[in-house]
T-cell receptor, first 115, second 120 residues
Framework: NAGVTQTPKFQVLKTGQSMTLQCAQDMNHEYMSWYRQDPGMGLRLIHYSVGAGITDQGEVPNGYNVSRSTTEDFPLRLLSAAPSQTSVYFC??????????????FGPGTRLTVL | AQKITQTQPGMFVQEKEAVTLDCTYDTSDPSYGLFWYKQPSSGEMIFLIYQGSYDQQNATEGRYSLNFQKARKSANLVISASQLGDSAMYFCAMRETVKAIYNQGGKLIFGQGTELSVKP
């Protein structure tokens, strides 16, 4: 049982490049989400999903796309990277569809730098 | 809209002493959950403790306890007998219950965090 896994751990991009951050969980969790963490700003929600085929926007969705074709995977796509997207990205999952008592489990994070 | 506020950017505590990290929240939903996470310098997010809005008693997990004052909308984390390994960022978070319409509720929203430093 690996929990929530993220790849890559580190990535450097040039402005305008595209890439996909991978996230997978093996706990059969319905709810998955992506956050970015910037100094002094805590974790801000980018996108989330309550199940395969269902996604929605969080607080800071601009510049990011997501899809959820399976329960296990929830990739985050940067279509045209910008320096403002330099951040640490966390993927997380929780059981059910996001009940208030559901603990959210986090992946180890991806540190992204956009030059 | 739900909101979490942590007003202490940084805190210092002497080893073996207790420390309280403040958290206030705002929501109009009667059903919600409050969470605390620890983030050490290595970067991972570690779940510490949970308090439900309908729970009658304050949550406790080992040296961690949550001072839940519902009327004041506060959910402070108390760490007893601080250890050097407690030095980390601590985040308060809140989750409203998911509604029948999926884009309402269910989202876990975080405060800005408090950096705790434990002195030997």
């Amino acid at each position: 049982n690996a929990g929530v896994t993220q790849t890559p751990k580190f990535q450097v991009l040039k402005t305008g490049q595209s890439m996909t951050l991978q996230c997978a969980q093996d706990m059969n969790h319905e709810y998955m989400s992506w956050y970015r963490q910037d100094p002094g700003m805590g974790l801000r929600l980018i996108h989330y999903s309550v199940g395969a085929g269902i996604t929605d926007q969080g607080e800071v969705p601009n510049g990011y796309n997501v899809s959820r074709s399976t329960t296990e995977d929830f990739p985050l796509r940067l279509l045209s990277a910008a320096p403002s997207q330099t951040s640490v990205y966390f993927c997380a999952s929780s059981p059910n569809i996001g009940l208030s008592q559901d603990t959210q489990y986090f992946g180890p994070g991806t540190r992204l730098t956009v030059l | 809209a739900q909101k979490i506020t942590q007003t202490q950017p940084g805190m210092f505590v002497q080893e073996k002493e207790a420390v309280t990290l403040d958290c206030t929240y705002d929501t109009s939903d009667p059903s919600y959950g409050l969470f605390w996470y620890k983030q050490p310098s290595s970067g991972e997010m570690i779940f510490l403790i949970y308090q439900g809005s309908y729970d009658q008693q304050n949550a406790t997990e080992g040296r961690y306890s949550l001072n839940f004052q519902k009327a004041r909308k506060s959910a402070n984390l108390v760490i007893s007998a601080s250890q050097l390994g407690d030095s980390a960022m601590y985040f308060c978070a809140m989750r409203e219950t998911v509604k029948a319409i999926y884009n309402q509720g269910g989202k876990l929203i975080f405060g800005q965090g408090t950096e705790l430093s434990v002195k030997p």
